[in-house]
Nanobody
């Protein structure tokens, strides 16, 4: 079992930066694939970024590539999402997700992840 708690959200002006953190409980954090998703009002949840525990491979949505960086610190059981050059369209609730399911499942798909945090609000003003 893994419990995930996100933090770091808030209100920022366009062009600004935020760093989201996701703290995970459990001693086997290092063997979980981790992802970030977001959901804007009236829209479906969408993939943002993910990092594989086994290969270290990193994946980004095209909309955030070059602006966002995902990283993990297994010693701290924490995954981060550094968000730079924020845009109003980045406004959403951001969710952290963890998976210890079939590693062959697509990292960018929400169905891969069996643990989810409660979400943290990110609002980018223009």
């Amino acid at each position: 079992q893994v419990q995930l708690v996100e933090s770091g959200g808030g209100l920022v002006q366009a062009g600004g930066s935020l760093r989201l953190s996701c703290a995970a409980s459990g001693r086997t954090f290092s063997v979980y694939d981790m992802g970030w998703f977001r959901q804007a009002p009236g829209k479906e949840r969408e993939f943002v970024a993910a990092i594989s525990w086994s290969t270290g491979s990193i994946y980004y949505a095209n909309s955030v590539k070059g602006r966002f960086t995902i990283s993990r610190d297994n010693a701290k059981n924490t995954v981060y999402l550094q968000m730079n050059s924020l845009k109003p369209e980045d406004t959403a609730v951001y969710y952290c997700a963890a998976s210890n399911l079939d590693p062959r499942t697509l990292m960018t798909s929400s169905v891969k992840y069996n643990y989810w945090g409660q979400g943290t609000q990110v609002t980018v003003s223009s």
